[in-house]
């Protein structure tokens, strides 16, 4: 699965891991990514997106019909 959400575009980001000794290597941390499907009243089916926790609480504040709107605008497939 994707770890980019497709309703705020967040990413993993990257950096370094030091250990104690101060060897430093690559690293990554990964945004908490769910899989969730949403009603939408006015199609009346359901949509299935990947979004980040931030996304949900994005679709909850504004609406979902807001966001796939938002979306659509972008060019993203629904």
């Given at each position: 699965m994707s770890k980019v959400c497709q309703v705020t575009g967040r990413q993993p980001s990257f950096g370094n891991r030091i250990s104690h000794s101060h060897r430093v290597t690559k690293r990554r941390w990964d945004p908490n990514i769910q899989t969730q499907r949403f009603w939408v009243p006015s199609e009346k089916r359901w949509v299935k997106?990947?979004?980040?926790?931030?996304?949900?609480?994005?679709?909850?504040?504004?609406?979902?019909?807001a966001v796939l709107a938002d979306m659509r605008a972008r060019g993203v497939k629904i």
């Open positions: 997106l990947t979004v980040s926790t931030k996304g949900i609480k994005t679709i909850n504040k504004k609406g979902i019909e």
